[in-house]
């Protein structure tokens, strides 16, 4: 979710600048993680803050914009974070989307059409010694779908503060509708269950492993998309069921010189029989006092799922023609810039950032049907976000 990255990256907005840290003294995992997000910026974001910490007050402003394959979405985002006291903290965000769709899809099966979507999210932070109990609820509406979804999280501090444990659930449901058919309602249900563990490896370096199983049950189509038998146009039915595991490994790095480095591996597969795996590199370094520069490049594969296929030569129960589940690659170069207006009217400590992503989509067996050639196309996003901590 949106408001949730806002949050991500609001945490590594708010943190001071770089922590001179000598090498004999020996910060817990959650310090160090902070310590290294802090260099490293919006670019390399982490699931939690200092496991025993409870976040400060703060209020941050995003605007979000992206280009690509047909669609454009653009809107506002706002999230509001206030201490009870020093162990419990509540939050709460706002997030819209503005999409005007002319998407492949859209486009040789219906008309282009503009939806606006809002989300509303809420959060509380309680922490009782060396651990942090996290709880979020979020809901979203447009036209034709809605979004409820809530989630857990814990984090422990153990070994001295050399080793932090996280483990999560989020639980959803949403209600699927279709434009101009008031027969047709359907849902889905999510369950999301995650475990990570984070690890000092030396008083610069630190790794973390973290671990996710999703099922989902219900309506998992597309009320508006079509898959194509034998060239003619025919309703797309994808099983009603899936279950999915991704396991991600992180190595981040303080090289000393204010500029620190990370990699990312993730891989992921389900029972579709989709695999995938994602690469992303990226390097951070401080100019100045005030400027942080980020940027980073990924890399993305996957496999296609069983009942793909661009023109199925057979009729089956299940087919699908959504790209998504077709096999393809992408490949994303970002950047990032950060500046720090330092302390404003006394009280706020005001930062600014700016990011700018590119990425490039090509398909390996998903034909644009107007010209017959495979589809590729490049997507751009740009994101201007503002944090004042108090």
């Given at each position: 979710?949106?408001?949730?990255?806002?949050?991500?990256?609001?945490?590594?907005?708010?943190?001071?600048?770089?922590?001179?840290?000598?090498?004999?003294?020996?910060?817990?995992?959650?310090?160090?993680?902070?310590?290294?997000?802090?260099?490293?910026?919006?670019?390399?974001?982490?699931?939690?803050?200092?496991?025993?910490?409870?976040?400060?007050?703060?209020?941050?402003?995003?605007?979000?914009?992206?280009?690509?394959?047909?669609?454009?979405?653009?809107?506002?985002?706002?999230?509001?974070?206030?201490?009870?006291?020093?162990?419990?903290?509540?939050?709460?965000?706002?997030?819209?989307?503005?999409?005007?769709?002319?998407?492949?899809?859209?486009?040789?099966?219906?008309?282009?059409?503009?939806?606006?979507?809002?989300?509303?999210?809420?959060?509380?932070?309680?922490?009782?010694?060396?651990?942090?109990?996290?709880?979020?609820?979020?809901?979203?509406?447009?036209?034709?779908?809605?979004?409820?979804s809530f989630g857990l999280d814990i984090a422990q501090e153990?070994?001295?503060?050399?080793?932090?444990?996280?483990?999560?659930?989020?639980?959803?449901?949403?209600?699927?509708?279709?434009?101009?058919?008031?027969?047709?309602?359907?849902?889905?249900?999510?369950?999301?269950?995650?475990?990570?563990?984070?690890?000092?490896?030396?008083?610069?370096?630190?790794?973390?492993?973290?671990?996710?199983?999703?099922?989902?049950?219900?309506?998992?189509?597309?009320?508006?998309?079509?898959?194509?038998?034998?060239?003619?146009?025919?309703?797309?039915?994808?099983?009603?069921?899936?279950?999915?595991r991704a396991v991600d490994f992180k190595v981040i790095g303080?090289?000393?010189?204010?500029?620190?480095?990370?990699?990312?591996?993730?891989?992921?597969?389900?029972?579709?029989?989709?695999?995938?795996?994602?690469?992303?590199?990226?390097?951070?370094?401080?100019?100045?006092?005030?400027?942080?520069?980020?940027?980073?490049?990924?890399?993305?594969?996957?496999?296609?799922?069983?009942?793909?296929?661009?023109?199925?030569?057979?009729?089956?129960?299940?087919?699908?023609?959504?790209?998504?589940?077709?096999?393809?690659?992408?490949?994303?170069?970002?950047?990032?810039?950060?500046?720090?207006?330092?302390?404003?009217?006394?009280?706020?400590?005001?930062?600014?950032?700016?990011?700018?992503?590119?990425?490039?989509?090509?398909?390996?067996?998903?034909?644009?049907?107007?010209?017959?050639?495979?589809?590729?196309?490049?997507?751009?996003?740009?994101?201007?976000?503002?944090?004042?901590?108090?």
């Open positions: 979710m949106a408001v949730i990255n806002l949050q991500r990256q609001s945490k590594q907005a708010r943190a001071a600048k770089f922590d001179q840290t000598q090498a004999s003294e020996r910060p817990t995992a959650w310090r160090l993680l902070w310590r290294l997000a802090t260099l490293l910026g919006g670019v390399f974001a982490f699931e939690h803050a200092q496991a025993t910490d409870v976040p400060e007050d703060s209020a941050e402003a995003m605007y979000h914009y992206y280009d690509g394959g047909g669609v454009i979405a653009s809107g506002p985002a706002l999230l509001v974070r206030k201490k009870v006291n020093d162990t419990l903290s509540l939050s709460a965000g706002y997030y819209v989307d503005s999409v005007s769709n002319a998407s492949i899809d859209v486009v040789t099966t219906a008309s282009k059409f503009k939806e606006v979507r809002q989300e509303y999210s809420f959060g509380t932070d309680y922490v009782y010694r060396d651990s942090k109990l996290s709880f979020s609820a979020a809901t979203s509406r447009e036209p034709d779908y809605t979004a409820n153990t070994f001295g503060g050399m080793t932090t444990v996280n483990v999560g659930f989020t639980r959803g449901e949403d209600k699927v509708l279709k434009h101009k058919d008031p027969t047709f309602s359907d849902y889905a249900q999510h369950w999301m269950y995650r475990f990570g563990v984070a690890q000092i490896l030396t008083p610069h370096w630190i790794m973390s492993v973290n671990g996710e199983i999703v099922a989902d049950d219900g309506y998992l189509s597309s009320p508006y998309r079509v898959a194509r038998v034998f060239g003619a146009a025919v309703p797309e039915n994808d099983p009603r069921t899936r279950s999915s303080d090289l000393g010189s204010r500029d620190a480095v990370h990699a990312e591996y993730r891989y992921f597969w389900d029972n579709w029989a989709i695999k995938a795996n994602t690469m992303e590199f990226g390097y951070s370094r401080y100019f100045g006092e005030n400027w942080l520069a980020d940027t980073s490049v990924r890399y993305y594969r996957q496999t296609k799922a069983l009942f793909y296929s661009d023109n199925a030569q057979s009729d089956t129960l299940y087919i699908s023609r959504n790209r998504q589940l077709s096999q393809f690659h992408d490949a994303d170069l970002g950047g990032r810039v950060t500046y720090s207006l330092g302390k404003v009217s006394g009280d706020f400590d005001v930062k600014l950032n700016a990011s700018v992503h590119y990425t490039k989509f090509n398909f390996d067996d998903f034909t644009d049907i107007r010209t017959g050639k495979l589809y590729t196309y490049g997507a751009s996003s740009v994101q201007l976000y503002a944090s004042a901590t108090f």
